[in-house]
Nanobody
Framework: QVQLVESGGGLVQAGGSLRLSCTASGRTSSATRMGWFRRAPGKERETVATISPSGSSTYYSDSVKGRFTISRDNAVNTVYLEMNNLKPEDTAVYYC????????????WGQGTQVTVSS
């Protein structure tokens, strides 16, 4: 089992920036894809960004492309989400997730961190 702990959420004004971190512990693997997801009130969960095990390949949703950057440091089992030019519609609980090794199925989830963007 992999445990994921997110940090870095908070309240920020529109146009501001935040950096989320997610550190994995337990049965970590170098073949794990990592991702950030979010759920806003009254909406379904949305994939924000994902990153391949090596970090060489990334995916972004159209709503965050050009503003958010996902990265990872495998030496410390941590994935980051740099969020710039934040908008009120980015307000949500952000979740970190890890895939089963060698797959794209996200099976391990963090507890979530709240991001609130005021206008």
């Amino acid at each position: 089992q992999v445990q994921l702990v997110e940090s870095g959420g908070g309240l920020v004004q529109a146009g501001g920036s935040l950096r989320l971190s997610c550190t994995a512990s337990g049965r970590t693997s170098s073949a794990t894809r990592m991702g950030w997801f979010r759920r806003a009130p009254g909406k379904e969960r949305e994939t924000v960004a994902t990153i391949s095990p090596s970090g060489s390949s990334t995916y972004y949703s159209d709503s965050v492309k050009g503003r958010f950057t996902i990265s990872r440091d495998n030496a410390v089992n941590t994935v980051y989400l740099e969020m710039n030019n934040l908008k009120p519609e980015d307000t949500a609980v952000y979740y970190c997730a890890a895939s089963r090794p060698g797959t794209s199925t996200f099976a391990n989830w963090g507890q979530g961190t709240q991001v609130t963007v005021s206008s």
